[in-house]
């Protein structure tokens, strides 16, 4: 049996994006309400680019914030730090992409704080990580909403809801040296036409075109080699991008043991470009927008999301993009019971 999708669906004819419809049908009213008096929802939204035009309006995040505080439980949006991330600077980022408290009429949250280290344990013995350490402030927040702008991605090859809750949960010293660490990458050389390009925008100086050589000791592991190679000659090595799947579903099996059933995931599925909000970037979208889909379950949304994307694409666009099969990770994901690939698409 598979689980409930309740979708938005955008058609030809004029459309009012309501997402209140997608909430009230998916029994997100009763979930919050079960909740302990003035228990604090979290909505995990990804802090964009400012070079980035295509994310998450505030609009539309100001509508999630004020459902929930129509039900008389206080919403706080809440990220953490990518790995480039400077604390100060993303506090006025905050403002710059129009997630102000002006806006959203409450604060923003830095999870992991403004360095980047706060954090508190979660043991998790997965595959491949004993333990996460998560943003300090997901400890004070017994909710957690995912709105996610779905997109490519160059690691995971499809940014959905549990690419977004995996690397977007823990901390930025974490991300570094745990999660990311081993990921290798590396340069085709039958592809490479030696534009150099690679190395010019590598924020560290780790690329060498003249050897041919990425140093995985001075890689951050950014994604932005593998985004703007024009022949894409630059790939992840195939046994470390395993592993770093493996440990983002520790990631997510960690989250699901501090909120259990206390999860609802969000995908919007509109201005679907080629790489996440927090690349310096923007592009043209690869397909018409689509809609916006919830559920419970954070694998059928993204099946789900996926199917849609393909079947207007004719195509996996994800995987011509990176050479990565995103479906791979659903499926592990249903084996260590995350969620369900099967799904019921219900339209609202």
């Known amino acids: 049996m598979g689980a409930d999708v309740y979708a938005l669906l955008l058609e030809s004819s004029p459309k009012i994006v309501d997402l209140n419809k997608v909430f009230i049908k998916a029994g997100l009213p009763e979930l919050i309400t079960s909740l302990p008096k003035k228990s604090r929802v979290g909505v995990k939204v990804l802090l964009p680019n400012t070079a980035n035009i295509n994310y998450v309006p505030p609009t539309l995040i100001r509508n999630v914030l004020g459902f929930v505080n129509s039900l008389d439980h206080p919403a706080v949006p809440i990220d953490t730090l990518d790995v480039l991330d400077d604390g100060l600077e993303t506090l006025a980022r905050v403002n710059e992409v129009g997630y102000s408290f002006q806006t959203l009429q409450t604060p923003f949250m830095i999870a992991d704080n403004i360095t980047g280290y706060n954090f508190f344990e979660v043991f998790v013995q997965g595959d491949y990580l004993p333990r996460i350490e998560l943003g300090t402030e997901f400890k004070d927040v017994q909710m957690l909403i995912c709105l996610t702008h779905v997109t490519g991605d160059p690691f995971y090859g499809y ?15 974490f991300k570094k040296k745990k999660l990311l660490a081993n990921l290798r990458l590396e340069i085709d050389e039958r592809r490479c036409n030696g ?63 501090v909120f259990d059933e206390r999860m609802f995931f969000v995908n919007i599925l509109m201005n679907v470009i080629p790489y996440p909000d927090n690349m310096p970037f923007s592009s043209k979208p690869i397909v018409e927008d689509i809609g916006i889909l919830g559920s419970k379950d954070p694998v059928a949304v993204d099946k789900a999301s996926l199917d849609l994307i393909i079947k207007q694409c004719k195509y996996n666009a994800f995987e011509d993009l990176y050479g990565v099969d995103p479906n791979e990770m659903l499926v592990l994901a249903e084996r260590d019971k995350i969620g369900r690939t099967k799904y019921n698409l219900v339209e609202v």
């Open 195 to 257: 534009c150099n390009l690679c190395s010019k925008i590598c924020p560290v100086g780790a690329i060498n075109t003249d050897a041919l050589k990425i140093d995985a000791n001075t890689c951050i592991k950014c994604g932005y080699c593998i985004i703007l190679c024009p022949t894409r000659a630059i790939m992840l090595e195939e046994s470390s991008r395993k592993m770093f799947i493996g440990k983002s579903l520790d990631v997510v099996k960690g989250i699901k043991r």
């Open 159 to 173: 940014f959905g809801s549990i690419s977004h809750i995996s690397s977007r949960s823990v901390t930025k010293e």
